[in-house]
């Protein structure tokens, strides 16, 4: 009886410090696909399931893609995209509720029946990522053999969930605020660039910077590092 208290403790820790580590990603400033790697990582290690996998929602065009998981198999990871409300994770994904599945092998509802047969995916626990309600995509865990989801389990998957959805979101604005701040610094070397050129060349700033475009264009090389390039030979010049 100590025995099995020990061992249900043990694995009540490694469960809060799987939370504890999807939760500390919030602030990790992870870039999107190394977060998603690490999400799927953990989820397998805690949930000892076959394939995590983790989806996102594509607002525009309405479907789930797989955007990671741990499993190395070609046939899982090139899955067709799923539309919502289709299929287990396209239901879960527009209802915003956990769907538990027993054989996915026999459940019409799931759309890729010939990769789980194929790969040996068995039961499925599939549920929302959503931050303040709002779903942006799925956290998929299966197993190889028939099992059961219990209440606590499918609690420690939401908890996992909840965590890594803010953690996801929070990396996407951060990806949008740092091609904010690179589209201002590039906007402002290309002004710098076309005055130097416009003075120099005696032109027109409009005209300057059509040939900063051509020269990106002719070189193959980005608008940035056309305009440093006319900067830098600026500054050279002024050295000497």
């Known amino acids: 009886m100590a025995t099995k208290k020990k061992d249900n403790f043990g694995v009540y820790v490694k469960q809060i410090e799987a939370i504890s580590k999807v939760a500390n990603l919030l602030t990790s400033g992870m870039y999107l696909e ?3 790697r690490l999400v799927v990582q953990v989820t397998a ?5 076959k394939i995590s996998s983790l989806m996102l929602l594509d607002p525009d065009k309405k479907e789930l893609i797989v955007k990671a998981t741990q499993s190395i198999s070609e046939a899982y990871n090139k899955k067709p995209n799923i539309r919502l409300g289709e299929g287990i994770a396209g239901v879960v994904a527009q209802g915003n509720k956990s769907i538990c599945i027993l054989d996915v092998r026999g459940d019409t509802r799931y759309l890729n029946q ?3 047969k194929k790969e040996g995916l068995c039961s499925l626990a599939c549920v929302p990522l959503a931050v303040k309600g709002r779903v942006i995509g799925v956290l998929n865990c299966y197993t190889s053999k028939k099992h059961k989801f219990s209440k606590h389990e499918l609690d420690l998957l939401t908890a996992l969930a909840n965590q890594a959805a803010i953690a996801i979101e929070n990396a996407e604005l ?3 605020a740092r091609s904010a701040e690179e589209a201002l610094t590039i906007r402002k070397l290309v002004e710098r660039a076309k005055d130097i050129l416009s003075q120099d060349a005696n ?5 300057a910077y059509r040939l900063i475009q051509k020269q990106s264009m002719d070189m193959r090389k980005s608008m940035r590092e056309v305009a440093e390039a006319i900067i830098l030979a600026k500054d050279i010049r002024g050295k000497k």
Do not use: T
Not at 45 to 49: G, P, T
Not at 203 to 207: G, K, Q, R
């Open 45 to 49: 290690e805690i949930m000892n399931s």
């Open 34 to 36: 190394e977060l998603l």
């Open 203 to 207: 032109i027109f700033p409009a005209e």
């Open 114 to 116: 010939d990769v789980a």
């Open 174 to 176: 951060n990806l949008r």
